[in-house]
T-cell receptor
Framework: GAVVSQHPSWVICKSGTSVKIECRSL??????MFWYRQFPKQSLMLMAT?????????EQGVEKDKFLINHASLTLSTLTVTSAHPEDSSFYIC???????????FGPGTRLTVL | GNSVTQMEGPVTLSEEAFLTINCTYTATGYPSLFWYVQYPGEGLQLLLK?????DKGSNKGFEATYRKETTSFHLEKGSVQVSDSAVYFCALRGGATNKLIFGTGTLLAVQP
């Protein structure tokens, strides 16, 4: 299957700063990538679908101006949490679809802590 | 809307013990059901899946049967190993949006 990496694996930042999280597909070209967030003891929630060369599609309730997604190439998608606040502290996970309709390949996740 | 409920962890077992992790779902129509596993420091990986009622998914000694009458997809393994220690997520895909809907995850810790 595809190998997906995320950078950084964890980050701590001050309230009000912006943080960029990278998601890379190391061996697979992806026109679409997914971004999820996970709160402690809760499900993974789909935030948005990143589309190469066009605007991302956000899920209901997700602020597009706060969570900026850029999918500039077939192997890289970035999520920028702008003006981060403590309530944005979470585990962010990206994934990309495989060739089968039921297949998704997930990155290891990024732990964001906002002080 | 669609949802998945799975048992809270952590589940702590001794090696060679029998494992059951319960998962029930709510969905319209006929969703596909999945179990994903996340080993420490790695991304979620598909463990097994079932796409219709009475199907049994199996992989690495794990099994789960799609039970429409009880809307369940419980994960079982007859004899766990220390290397099975991980977080297990039940998920479904179905409906108009075709998105993956996850449960909260269950941490399994197997002790030697």
């Amino acid at each position: 299957g595809a190998v997906v990496s995320q950078h950084p694996s964890w980050v701590i930042c001050k309230s009000g700063t912006s943080v960029k999280i990278e998601c890379r597909s190391l061996d697979f070209q992806a026109t679409t990538m997914f971004w999820y967030r996970q709160f402690p003891k809760q499900s993974l929630m789909l935030m948005a679908t990143s589309n190469e060369g066009s605007k991302a599609t956000y899920e209901q309730g997700v602020e597009k101006d706060k969570f900026l997604i850029n999918h500039a190439s077939l192997t890289l998608s970035t999520l920028t949490v702008t003006s981060a606040h403590p309530e944005d502290s979470s585990f962010y996970i990206c994934s990309l679809p495989g060739t089968g309709t039921d297949t998704q390949y997930f990155g290891p996740g990024t732990r964001l802590t906002v002080l | 809307g669609n949802s998945v409920t799975q048992m809270e962890g952590p589940v702590t077992l001794s090696e060679e013990a029998f494992l059951t992790i319960n998962c029930t779902y709510t969905a319209t129509g006929y969703p596909s059901l999945f179990w994903y596993v996340q080993y420490p420091g790695e991304g979620l990986q598909l463990l097994l899946k079932a796409t219709k009622a009475d199907d049994k998914g199996s992989n690495k000694g794990f099994e789960a049967t799609y039970r429409k009458e009880t809307t369940s997809f419980h994960l079982e393994k007859g004899s766990v190993q220390v290397s099975d220690s991980a977080v297990y997520f039940c998920a479904l895909r179905g409906g108009a949006t075709n998105k993956l809907i996850f449960g909260t995850g269950t941490l399994l810790a197997v002790q030697p």
